[in-house]
């Protein structure tokens, strides 16, 4: 059980669906992922799909896959109420220590260029920016393609 300086960070469960939704929602909107999609990443990457919990409560969810050249960072969201607290800096060390631990040496993101706050959390973790890509989103928004090398 954690509390909301010690996030519990553990892998995703079948039974924390629900609630990994409902931050979706809360933080993406109309372009928040599907059911179908959470599923898909449970099965392909069952312990790069993390949850943050805050007193029994999923606060946050991280989600990462294994690519050709490292790892990708897919998706990272927490609850509104729960933001700024370091439970985003949570999520992202316990993934990055997991693909250390597995041999990955470059760690990849997109994120959109508008998204300071993600931005800001990135860069305090290592990673720089190495390519703007406009028109990545629907809607036209640009993206920046983010990485973080591993020593
Ligand atoms: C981005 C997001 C995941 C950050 O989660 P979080 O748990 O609040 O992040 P943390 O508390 O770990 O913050 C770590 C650092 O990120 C930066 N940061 C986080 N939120 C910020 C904000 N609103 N404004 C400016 N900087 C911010 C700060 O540098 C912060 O360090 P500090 O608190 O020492 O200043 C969260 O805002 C969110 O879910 N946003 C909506 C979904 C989203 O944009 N996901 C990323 C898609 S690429």
Redesign the pocket.
């Known amino acids: 059980m954690g509390s909301i300086l010690h996030p519990a960070i553990r892998a995703f469960r079948d039974e924390d669906l629900a609630g990994v939704l409902r931050?979706e929602r809360a933080?993406?909107g109309r372009d928040a992922w599907s059911r179908e999609a959470f599923v898909y990443y449970a099965e392909a990457a069952p312990h790069l799909f993390l949850v943050a919990r805050v007193s029994g409560r999923i606060a946050?969810y991280s989600v990462a896959t294994l690519t050709r050249y490292g790892a990708e960072?897919d998706?990272?969201?927490?609850?509104?109420r729960?933001?700024?607290?370091?439970?985003?800096?949570?999520l992202?060390k316990a993934t990055i220590r997991k693909l250390r631990r597995a041999g990955v040496r470059k760690i990849s993101?997109?994120?959109?260029r508008s998204?300071?706050?993600?931005i800001?959390?990135?860069?305090?973790l290592g990673f720089v920016r190495t390519a703007t890509v406009p028109n990545y989103y629907p809607g036209g928004a640009t993206a920046w393609r983010m990485r973080l090398t591993l020593p």
């Open positions: 931050i933080s993406f946050g960072i998706s990272l969201a927490v609850l509104p729960y933001r700024k607290l370091g439970l985003a800096t949570a992202m993101l997109m994120v959109r998204n300071a706050a993600a800001r959390l990135y860069r305090s």
